[in-house]
């Protein structure tokens, strides 16, 4: 900074003892009122505050998922077994049934791009018929 705006070029030309004790008296005034060490301490306690709101958001996304995972191991006992079953489902049932297809199924789609319930039960029959292909049935199965 000095060679940029020339500062210690005029310092050296223009200023007498007065004026350097003057700048260091001012300086040790400065350094005295911790007022850079205040500003520091504030800095670190705002970071502090960031990271513990993101952990918390972090906890909470976790927590979320683990609540969402238990639901899909404890709905995997309710796995279809007749397309009549599967007819009478409302909608939500049917998602359910596509998340736990889903797990063992790669191409099943999200159940948001199934719009109609038409649409969700021929996808859980599809999706069904592919879990009996790779043999991971545990018993029972879609049938007529």
């Known amino acids: 900074m000095f060679t940029r705006n020339e500062t210690q070029e005029f310092i050296e030309d223009n200023f007498e003892d007065e004026d350097y004790s003057y700048c260091m008296r001012e300086a040790r005034l400065r350094d005295a009122s911790q007022l850079e060490a205040k500003r520091l301490a504030e800095i670190r306690e705002h970071d502090d505050a960031l990271m513990a709101a993101k952990r ?64 969700k039960v021929a996808a859980v029959i599809a999706a069904f018929k592919r879990y009996e292909e790779q043999g991971r049935t545990t018993g029972g199965g879609i049938t007529q």
């Open 56 to 119: 918390a958001r972090d906890q909470a996304r976790e927590d979320l998922a683990a609540q969402n995972h238990a639901r899909i191991a404890a709905a995997t006992n309710k796995l279809i077994i007749t397309t009549s079953e599967l007819l009478k489902m409302k909608c939500s049932q049917l998602d359910e049934q596509l998340e736990i297809l889903r797990q063992w199924d790669p191409s099943i789609r999200a159940k948001s791009y199934y719009s109609k319930k038409a649409e």
